[in-house]
């Protein structure tokens, strides 16, 4: 019997994986990639989601990457350091897509799709980095993504994280702020909320998810 509360269930068969990065710049073609996060969220037995396991890998530039001074002073990273734990790009980006194709089997879900504040930023420097490694299994979808800028938007009135955590009524660490663990986290936790309080809206719709209708649209668009 289906589950109606099962996650895979709740976004048409898409896992939500929550992602942050932290780079040298706002140019996903030029600008380096330093910090990947990925966090899981895991469906309860009534339907709340929750914020689950975390994935973090600090990354060394690729050759030839770009980093603006201006952003190296907000994320107060040193890419040089010698005791930072950076590891190649394409190692990251396998490392976190292993994790993220273990999660999408384990909720029977189809593919991963990518959660994040300001979303097209993060995806866009997901997508260069697969192009850059020339990386052939990529877990999320690759152009759709829930953006917390807009839901909180909608939600709260806020489209700032900072002022958002607030609104929720939650707590927001300003020393954590731009590492790309803590935003994952608190960005999983601000899409948990805002899922959870429009449950009783998806309820009523009485939306279940057709699997077999979805599997072969997701083939039929080679997103499967």
């Known amino acids: 019997m289906t589950d109606k509360f099962a996650i895979n269930n709740r976004f048409r068969g898409f896992l939500p994986i929550v992602v942050d990065v932290e780079t040298g710049g706002f140019n996903s ?69 292993r994790d993220v194709r273990r999660a999408v089997r384990d909720a029977g879900c189809s593919r991963a799709i990518l959660v994040g504040h300001n979303a097209a930023f993060d995806l866009g420097f997901l997508n260069a980095g697969v192009a850059r490694t020339e990386i052939k299994r990529n877990p999320f979808h690759p152009f759709s993504c829930f953006d917390t800028a807009t839901l909180c ?12 955590v607030k609104a929720a009524g939650m707590t927001w660490d300003e020393s954590q702020a731009h590492s790309a663990a803590y935003d994952a986290e608190i960005t999983a936790d601000i899409f948990c909320d805002i899922v959870n309080r429009f449950q009783p809206v998806f309820e009523s ?20």
């Open 153 to 164: 938007g909608v939600a709260y009135g806020q489209t700032v994280l900072a002022r958002a």
């Open 29 to 97: 073609q030029t600008d380096a990639l330093l910090e990947i996060a990925a966090v899981l969220v895991e469906a309860q037995a009534d339907g709340t989601l929750t914020r689950g396991e975390t994935y973090r890998y600090h990354v060394k530039p690729f050759e030839g990457a770009n980093m603006d001074p201006a952003s190296m002073a907000v994320n107060g990273i040193d890419p040089h350091h010698p005791l930072r734990p950076a590891i190649d790009e394409r190692d990251a980006l396998q490392r976190i897509f």
């Open 205 to 224: 719709a009485g939306i279940q998810k057709d699997w077999d209708a979805v599997k072969e649209e997701t083939d039929s668009a080679g997103l499967g």
